[in-house]
Every structure is written in C-alpha cells, then in structure tokens.
C-alpha cells in the first residue's frame, strides 16, 4: 500500500494539500508573508500522531465493547532553537473519562497503541523519544515522561 499527498501551491505563502479527497490548508503567518489561511506544516506531524493513536484507542475499545464518555488527546512537540528546527521530542496526554471498571483496558489500550499499533508513533520513535501520560477521570494513572532521559541542552541545539 502507498499514501500519496498532492500540493499545490496558492500563491504568497499558501499551499493546498489533498489527502485521500480531503484538502489541508497550510499557510504562514502574516509576518512570515502569508495571510494565515491555514496552520503552518509541522504541527500537522502532532496532529498524526493524535489521531493514530486516538483512533487505535477508539477501535480498540470499542472491538471489546467497551466506550469512553469523553476523550481527548493532547500532543506537544519540543523545537530546537536552531536550523533545521525540528521536534526534538514529543508527549502525549490521554485524557479519558468513563466507567472506573474500564480503566485499566484504556490504559491497557493505549500502551498497546504506543508499544505495537501506531505507525506514526514508531516512525517519530526512530527519531526522537516520544513519551506518554494518561489521566483517566482526572486522575492521573501512568507517566513515563520521566524515565526518558532528554537531554534539554540538545533543545537548543
């Protein structure tokens, strides 16, 4: 199987992406000499890995009949200071919310994404540390941010 993403460009600073019959509007700020008619491209690398993993989640549970009230997925990525400014690593926050019986199968679920199932997530890991925290009815009950050791000084590097 391959993906193929066509671009074009329209004109300033804004460029059209079509994703399977989707169109993603990309564009610089106005500073940047854009007119901000869309997000800039590296954020959408986070906006991948949220949904790979989100949907995993979601399938998951839902193939063992199980549901989630509320969930959300937050991802941050860490640039460096200098060129070719890049993530130099990025952290995941689940946040779920749904019946206490269900809680270890959402984090269950989620390692099962982060360890095994998401693409996105092993082609960023090649890369760079990707860590992970889930909080489930507000309360948080995983963290392995701290056994990554980052080495802040590369941040800005």
Request: with cysteine; charged share 20%.
């Amino acid at each position: 199987m391959k993906h193929e993403v066509n671009t074009q460009w329209m004109g300033k600073m804004q460029f059209n992406s079509l994703v399977n019959d989707h169109v993603i509007v990309m564009d610089a700020p106005e500073r940047a000499g854009g007119e901000d008619l869309g997000t800039i491209p590296k954020p959408l690398v986070l906006t991948a890995l949220s949904g790979c993993t989100g949907m995993d989640v979601v399938a998951l549970l839902r193939k063992e009949g199980k549901t989630l009230g509320n969930f959300n997925v937050t991802v941050s990525g860490e640039l460096t200071k200098s060129a070719p400014m890049q993530y130099n690593n990025i952290h995941v926050v689940y946040e779920a919310e749904g019946d206490s019986a269900i809680e270890s199968d959402v984090l269950r679920v989620i390692n099962r994404s982060q360890e095994d199932i998401c693409g996105v997530s092993a082609m960023l890991k090649k890369a760079m540390p990707v860590t992970w925290e889930v909080w489930f009815n507000k309360v948080e009950i995983f963290n392995n941010l701290h056994s990554f050791k980052i080495n802040h000084n590369d941040i800005g590097n």
